[in-house]
């Protein structure tokens, strides 16, 4: 599986993005995806994830209320939709995937794919 994020870019504080996650190879419709994100000199954090059965989702809190996973499995794309964003948002956000099976979503060590990243960058 081979992923590509996009969307990213510069927003003022309050605004809105879209960041999307192509997959290409096969299908990720039955996979799990999740979004993480890494500001500099930081670790790669855990966003959002959606499960590839059942589809359920699971956010960081910080970003609960504000931001929303979903698949588009016509275009065999993961979106995040981003809203009411903040500066403390800024980061190169990464989409990865797995195949099934039992794990720690927040765990970025968990996904066995991986996109390269899409800078986020959110003024003040």
């Known amino acids: 599986v081979q992923l590509q994020a996009s969307g990213g870019g510069l927003v003022q504080a309050g605004g809105s993005l879209r960041l999307s996650c192509a997959a290409s190879?096969?299908?990720?419709?039955?996979?799990?995806v999740g979004w993480f994100r890494q500001a500099p000199g930081k670790e790669r954090q855990f966003v959002a994830t959606?499960?590839?059965?059942?589809?359920?989702?699971y956010y960081t809190n910080s970003v609960k209320g504000r931001f929303t996973i979903s698949r588009d499995n016509a275009k065999n794309t993961i979106i995040l939709q981003m809203n009411s964003l903040k500066p403390e948002d800024t980061a190169l956000y990464y989409c990865?995937?797995?195949?099934?099976?039992?794990?720690?979503?927040?765990?970025?060590?968990?996904?066995?794919?991986w996109g390269q990243g899409t800078q986020v960058t959110v003024s003040s």
């Open positions: 990865g995937a797995r195949k099934g099976g039992s794990y720690d979503y927040t765990n970025p060590n968990e996904y066995h794919y």
């Open positions: 190879g096969r299908t990720v419709s039955t996979h799990a």
């Open positions: 959606i499960r590839g059965s059942g589809g359920n989702t």
